[in-house]
Every structure is written in C-alpha cells, then in structure tokens.
C-alpha cells in the first residue's frame, strides 16, 4: 500500500534504533483525519482482522493491537498530531529505500527528516505472538516536500544568511 503526501515524524530511516530489543528503522505516519487513504487504512486493517478471525475459530482477542491511531487521543499535546491518525511503520531487516520525486536516491540525510511530507510504501499484517493484531512494515520512501521540522531542530540553511567575507571584517 502506498500512502501519498503524508508526513513522518520520529524518523529513524536512515539509521536503525533500538526499540524493545531489536534494532530496527522506523517512523511514525501522519495521516489527516480528513484524508479518503484514512478509510483505505481503515478498511485493510478490517479486511486483516476478518481474516485473523477466520482463522482462529472467529475470534478476535479483546486486546488486538490495531497500528492506526487517533492522534488527539494519544498524542493530546502535541499539536502536530492534532486531527490526524497515526501509524508506527517498521523493519527489522532492512533499510527502506529513499528517492525524491524523480525516483533518484537520497543520500543526504538532512532531505527527510520528522516533519517532511512523503510518499511512502507501507505493508499492513497481522501476528500472532505473546500480543496479536495488525502491525505496519516499512517499505520505502519518496520525499514529496519539505515541512516545518518537528521536535524544534532547524537546519542551517533556516539558521543562518549568507555572509560576504568583507562584512565579516570589522
């Protein structure tokens, strides 16, 4: 599934992180509650629970972990998540690939970062371990444009004119 223009914020995409334990790239998908690819989520992540039921006598766990969010819920002050859903995306095994629009690699890590809007491919599934539900993959990511930066770092592009090197000279 490839959700289009949705931002990502916490992303460790460049460089896996630990997390419970294992080392693993990740980032976690805004997406507005307003948006139609909102439903298509929704409707997938239906269609994985009918299925997991099928398969387990009809049932489904009370606690059946569902990886889309409400962000007002979860997130109440953080205004970046207001009237969004969220989704946490994750792999183990490998890096996702990161293209711009053009589909050439991005390797300067400044390009994506939390706040930038994406293109991203994603795989929703269901497991079955010591906790059950639908878990989101992270496949890949086309940047699509850049965003207000979260967690309040800046570039130094933001930060910074360009100086003459005679103004510098007092």
Not at 121 to 137: E, I, M, P, R
């Amino acid at each position: 599934m490839v959700l289009k223009n949705v931002r990502i914020s916490y992303a460790h995409v460049w460089e896996p992180r630990e997390s419970f334990g294992t080392m693993q790239y990740s980032c976690s998908i805004l997406i507005p509650k307003d948006d139609p690819q909102a439903q298509i989520v929704m409707a997938e992540i239906d269609r994985l629970k009918k299925e997991y039921a099928t398969s387990h006598n009809g049932k489904i766990p009370a606690n059946f972990k569902n990886p889309l969010r409400d962000g007002d819920e979860e997130r109440p002050d953080d205004p970046n998540y207001a009237d969004c859903f969220f989704m946490n995306a994750n792999s183990k095994k490998r890096a996702p690939e990161i293209v711009d629009l053009y589909k050439r690699p991005i390797t300067d890590q400044s390009q994506v970062y939390s706040g930038c809007y994406v293109n991203i491919s994603v795989s929703l599934y269901t497991f079955d371990q010591k906790s059950k539900g639908v878990a989101c993959g992270l496949n890949n990511i086309q940047k699509v444009k850049d965003g207000p930066r979260l967690g309040g770092a800046t570039s130094a592009n933001e930060d910074f004119q360009v100086e003459e090197p005679d103004s510098l000279i007092d």
